[in-house]
């Protein structure tokens, strides 16, 4: 199965189709997800002087052909910028699950968390949609049997040119070392310079 190549290996060709035999193109770019997999859009207004946050379903994808008009449809996540009072995020979760700590699947699990610079979000981001949909990132949980990937976020921070990007996990459990390596693994493949300490582990309700 084409799914079970490493997700770094993947990146690097599967928006680049003409690198492919005409054959394998055609069965990779119509073969279904496992899961199925949502984008979100998640608006926080801090302009009551309270944080409110609303969410609104973008749509939902099952095929690699699905993943890659969204990718190519929506914004670029560079673009995606902070304003005073207001932000967007954008949320990719498996299912339903909703991009919310009161989601059933969130309320006892957390988030690997870090940042990358501004010129290489687009690259990341791209990275973990490919590895999140293959099950790739979920494979890397392993052997924490319980724990499972609800989806990632991603967000501008105030600091310029910087976005925060959040991988949420089923448990809060302490994560296994390896996979904040995978992460980097990713996060690197795209130019990045991340280190395993960069990675925050925080459960969500501790927030």
């Known amino acids: 199965m084409f799914l079970k190549v490493k997700s770094v290996s993947l990146t690097k060709y599967v928006f680049n189709f003409s690198m492919w035999p005409i054959k394998r193109y055609i069965y990779f770019y119509c073969m279904n997800f496992t899961d199925k997999w949502t984008f979100w859009l998640v608006i926080l207004d801090f302009d009551s002087g309270t944080a409110k946050y609303t969410i609104e379903e973008i749509g939902k994808v099952?095929?690699?052909?699905?993943?890659?008009?969204?990718?190519?449809?929506?914004?670029?996540?560079?673009?995606?910028?902070?304003?005073?009072?207001?932000?967007?995020?954008?949320?990719?979760?498996?299912?339903?699950?909703?991009?919310?700590?009161?989601?059933?699947?969130?309320?006892?699990?957390?988030?690997?968390?870090?940042?990358?610079?501004?010129?290489?979000?687009?690259?990341?981001?791209?990275?973990?949609?490919?590895?999140?949909?293959?099950?790739?990132?979920?494979?890397?949980?392993?052997?924490?049997?319980?724990n499972k990937i609800c989806g990632l976020m991603v967000s501008p921070k105030k600091e310029r040119g910087e976005y925060a990007i959040e991988i949420w996990v089923s448990s809060d459990e302490p994560p296994n070392p390896s996979f904040a390596e995978y992460i980097c693994e990713l996060v690197n493949s795209a130019d990045g310079q991340l280190k395993p300490t960069d990675v925050r582990f925080q459960p969500h309700k501790n927030h």
């Open 62 to 146: 099952n095929t690699i052909k699905n993943l890659y008009q969204y990718y190519h449809r929506l914004p670029q996540i560079s673009e995606i910028k902070r304003n005073t009072g207001k932000y967007a995020s954008i949320g990719f979760f498996k299912g339903a699950i909703k991009p919310a700590w009161e989601d059933s699947a969130n309320k006892n699990g957390a988030s690997h968390q870090f940042r990358v610079k501004e010129d290489i979000v687009n690259g990341v981001w791209r990275n973990l949609l490919l590895s999140a949909s293959s099950n790739e990132l979920n494979s890397k949980l392993q052997p924490q049997q319980n």
